[in-house]
């Protein structure tokens, strides 16, 4: 009789596990079929101050913008820790996905609200635990994952059972935007980091690479199963890199751009080797650098004017951020910069437009967020 009853409460429990995934999955695609929730359940993100929504806050650090003029346009002008002067890349996206709101930051994200997604990214942070480490602490990406496991822990406890959990976060959009202080806050740091003395730029990419590769495996065995792979874009053109390098006749540092050039060509490989191996995930590398190339034309028409300046008063000690409290540009909406190193809003809507429906076959590889979560 006991071992009856056990049986019975077991096949009770599994009809109720398989009744609520039918419950979600069916709200899921009617409310979907009616335009009332994104096309995912859920958005995570990791990266770097391209991405950072706060994180970055509490953090002893020179790489934080938690203070004015940053966030001036964003809602009741106050500063977030976003590194531009209103929204960035992971919000933009975030609202093309379908999100009325920005996913929290993982530093303030509690109880249900990690349920809709997690922003791990954090100024400074790189593929390598070391990059950024003359700014002051930062939560690399290896830090980012562990911070994912316990998110997924919780929801794991939240949905009280771990199937439905996993079966949960797969449906999620994953976007990485890391890489960049890897060389802005390392490589091309000799004074600081011995990297470029110990590889040439086609070793350091590889080297780069290949831990990126196994932190997306780590990725992918946390769940992840549709992720967008932001490249680099020509950093041998932001302002802090021009007022550190004499440019050459292209108006940019071509050696930078030539070494992150070879990096992005690793991501590709990268790219087919996740796609090859693991066939139950779609991985795709959205090419940043081919699209700002690309967009210079929308940028153009929707009145960006200033390529060469930032529209903040920019500091001399802290890595070319805004001064706090410094004065900004009335025309906003007019320069491509922010600081001497991050977008403005309006750069950052023109980058996310394009990478969530490429324009060329050259923007994405193999294909664009919109496909990754529509189609596949």
């Not at 596990?17 to 069916?26: A, H, N, P, R, Y």
């Not at 007022?243 to 050039?261: L, R």
């Not at 529209?311 to 922010?338: D, H, L, M, Y």
């Amino acid at each position: 009789m006991y071992v009856s009853r056990m049986a019975c409460g077991y096949r009770l429990l599994v009809f109720l596990v398989m009744l609520i995934e039918f419950v979600i999955s069916t709200k899921l695609q009617l409310a979907a079929a009616i335009g009332q929730v994104p096309q995912v359940p859920c958005y995570f993100v990791f990266g770097d101050s391209l991405v950072d929504n706060g994180n970055n806050n509490l953090l002893i650090t020179q790489g934080k913008a938690n203070y004015k003029p940053y966030g001036i346009d964003f809602a009741n002008g106050i500063p977030t820790g976003r590194f531009t002067n209103r929204r960035n890349l992971a919000d933009f996206i975030a609202e093309l996905v379908g999100f009325e709101n920005p996913v929290s930051p993982f530093a303030t994200a509690i109880g249900q609200n990690i349920i809709k997604g997690v922003n791990y990214g954090s100024g400074g942070a790189g593929i390598r635990d070391e990059s950024g480490n003359n700014l002051g602490d930062h939560i690399s990406f290896n830090r980012q994952l562990l911070n994912h496991q316990i998110t997924i822990s919780r929801i794991n406890l939240l949905l009280g059972n771990p199937n439905l959990a996993k079966d949960y976060v797969s449906k999620c959009l994953y976007t990485v935007t890391i890489g960049s202080n890897d060389y802005i806050n390392n490589y091309l740091m000799p004074q600081f980091y011995p990297t470029s003395s110990q590889y040439n730029p086609q070793q350091f990419a590889h080297v780069l690479s290949k831990q990126y590769f196994l932190q997306l495996k780590t990725l992918y065995k946390l769940g992840a199963r549709k992720v967008a792979i932001f490249g680099l874009t020509r950093l041998g053109c932001i302002l802090e890199e021009l007022s550190t390098h004499k440019p050459n006749i292209s108006g940019c540092v071509d050696f930078i751009n030539d070494a992150v050039g070879l990096f992005n060509d690793e991501l590709k490989i990268i790219v087919d080797d996740l796609n090859t191996n693991f066939t139950d995930a779609k991985f795709t590398f959205i090419n940043s650098t081919n699209i700002l190339l690309t967009t210079a034309t929308p940028l153009a028409l929707a009145g960006v004017k200033v390529l060469n300046a930032p529209c903040c008063e920019v500091s001399t000690s802290s890595k070319g951020q805004c001064i706090p409290g410094g004065t900004t540009c009335t025309n906003r909406t007019e320069f491509a910069f922010w600081d001497n190193i991050h977008p403005t809003d309006i750069v950052y809507n023109a980058i996310s437009a394009v990478a969530y429906n490429a324009v060329s076959p050259l923007d994405s590889y193999p294909f664009d967020i919109h496909t990754l979560l529509v189609n596949l």
